[in-house]
């Protein structure tokens, strides 16, 4: 559904959000929640609305999660965006453009307000948090940085691994995954509040990284040479892995208001 209709009603209810008047996350009433769409994870802002991405789609599907009303935002500004993420009162979306990547960022109602050139750090494309006092924190070799106006600090420095790593926003900080190393969370100074040792294999591989609308983290994850997906769901006191879903053969998965894993479609035996 779009048309002036349609976004009113998207900006009516995130203006509903915004002003503190949602439904609380216990709210029996509160429908599933698409952690992973077709591979992509989602982005929760409260219990109202969701967004993600999709193939081929140069902008920002936002939807209401009770009523299905959905439009999309970007459109004209985005060409070809991923990672979606709703923090202090904006949409924030990695986008990559002839091979440059950057995230813009968006009003609640879908007027591009800044974009923030990442070529310049040789920044992993796709993967950024958002601290709550407004830096952007970006993964190049060896470290984090954090991005605010114009100016450029390290976040954290760690030992690179193999392969590039996962990021995004959780609990007042950020959440960073090095695939065959270890998964951390940080607070909003660099200082870590807990890390794990990577608790698989190297036939498991991270395809993305999900915090749901109820801080809770997601772990989307593929066995090619089964050809199936699975979310793992680390604990956000300790990071020890509690949750997990049934395999799938598509990576698509919901999570139910008893924070049961469920995929969409395609379920196997675990």
């Known amino acids: ?33 698409p952690i992973f769409a077709d591979g992509r994870a989602t982005a929760p802002a409260g219990d109202t609305l969701i967004a993600l991405t999709r193939a081929g789609l140069r902008g920002i599907e936002v939807r209401d999660r009770r009523t299905g009303v959905a439009d ?4 004209g500004e985005l060409v070809s965006p991923l990672h979606v993420d709703f923090q202090l009162g904006r949409w924030y979306v990695s986008d990559v453009d002839q091979g440059s990547p950057s995230v813009a960022v968006f009003t609640p109602e879908g007027r591009l307000e800044r974009r923030y050139q990442l070529s310049r750090y040789q920044a992993v494309p796709h993967q950024f948090g958002v601290l709550p006092d407004g830096r952007l924190i970006i993964e190049v070799p060896g470290r984090l940085l954090a991005l ?9 420095e760690f030992r690179p691994g193999t392969v590039t790593g996962f990021l995004i926003s959780a609990r007042g900080g950020a959440v960073h995954v090095l695939p065959d ?21 190297e036939s498991l591989v991270v395809a993305d990284l999900e915090v749901d609308s109820n801080g809770r983290i997601h772990l989307l994850t593929s066995v090619p040479s089964q050809g199936i997906f699975r979310v793992y769901t680390p604990t956000t006191s300790t990071g020890e892995i509690v949750l997990w879903s049934n395999a799938s053969i598509y990576p698509s998965f919901t ?16």
């Open 1 to 33: 559904m779009s048309g002036i209709g349609a976004m009113g009603r998207i900006v009516a209810s995130t203006a509903v959000m915004i002003s503190g008047l949602l439904l609380t996350a216990c709210d029996l009433s509160a429908p599933e929640h």
């Open 72 to 75: 999309t935002i970007g459109l």
């Open 148 to 156: 605010k106006e114009d100016s450029v600090s390290t976040f954290v």
């Open 181 to 201: 190393r270890h998964i951390s969370l940080y607070n909003e100074f660099g200082s870590v509040r807990w890390r794990v040792d990577w608790p698989w294999d």
């Open 255 to 270: 999570i139910n208001k008893f924070g049961d894993l469920r995929p969409d479609s395609g379920a196997v035996e675990p």
